[in-house]
């Protein structure tokens, strides 16, 4: 069975930073996609970043910058730092992977999600 288990969400100041983690299990991502979406509250699920297995990295325009995904090909994992939080990068963070692109529709497969949430 193929699992994506994402850790590392918390409560964190406007400015601070938190640092996503992604393992997976069932098989082997290493030659896939993988990516980070988030979902604000009460919005649809938007692309975050996503990196290829050649470690090609994409984000969205507006968290360039500030955001950093990187992968273990060796340890199955992806991860997410990111710095400078700001109040609206509050939401809950997925892992997802297979095949890939900017669209949630783009993956196959889903985390069950990790809430991050940026404070005042």
């Known amino acids: 069975q193929v699992r994506l288990v994402e850790s590392g969400g918390g409560l964190v100041q406007a400015g601070g930073s938190l640092r996503l983690s992604c393992a997976a299990s069932g098989r082997s991502f290493s030659r896939s996609t993988m990516a980070w979406f988030r979902q604000p509250p009460g919005k649809d699920r938007e692309f975050v970043a996503a990196i290829t297995w050649m470690g090609d990295s994409h984000y969205h325009n507006s968290l360039k910058g500030r955001f950093t995904i990187s992968r273990d090909n060796a340890k199955n994992t992806v991860a997410l730092q990111m710095n400078s939080l700001k109040l609206e990068d509050t939401g809950v963070y997925f892992c997802?992977?297979?095949?890939?692109?900017?669209?949630?529709?783009?993956?196959?497969?889903w985390g069950q999600g990790t809430q991050g949430t940026v404070s005042s």
């Open positions: 997802a992977a297979d095949p890939g692109g900017s669209r949630p529709k783009g993956y196959d497969f």
